[in-house]
């Protein structure tokens, strides 16, 4: 299922990595590795794959258990509403 963020999120990365998503009523917190994945994703047009392919590499983990981890977070996103389906 392709996703974006919602048009109204905002994303705040602090100086220790943790990143605050916000806007219309809806405040998301995550830690450094999420901060990387939402760049990751951000820089590969919500892509995955590419993503997971980049951050395997950066990371030296397997492709494939990255983008299981990538999945997971993306669907925890997708609970606290700030991602929207992308046709």
């Known amino acids: 299922m ?4 919602e048009s109204w999120v905002r994303a705040a990365v602090f100086a220790d990595g943790r990143m605050e998503l916000s806007g219309d009523g809806t405040i998301f917190h995550c830690g450094p590795v999420g901060t990387a ?11 995955i794959d590419a993503a997971a392919d980049l951050l395997a590499g950066l990371w030296r983990l397997d492709v494939e258990n990255m983008r299981t981890d990538l ?11 700030v991602l929207r389906h992308h046709s």
């Open 2 to 5: 392709p996703v974006r963020p």
């Open 37 to 47: 994945m939402w760049v990751a994703l951000c820089q590969h047009d919500w892509q």
């Open 71 to 81: 999945v997971i977070w993306v669907d925890e996103l997708w609970d606290a509403g």
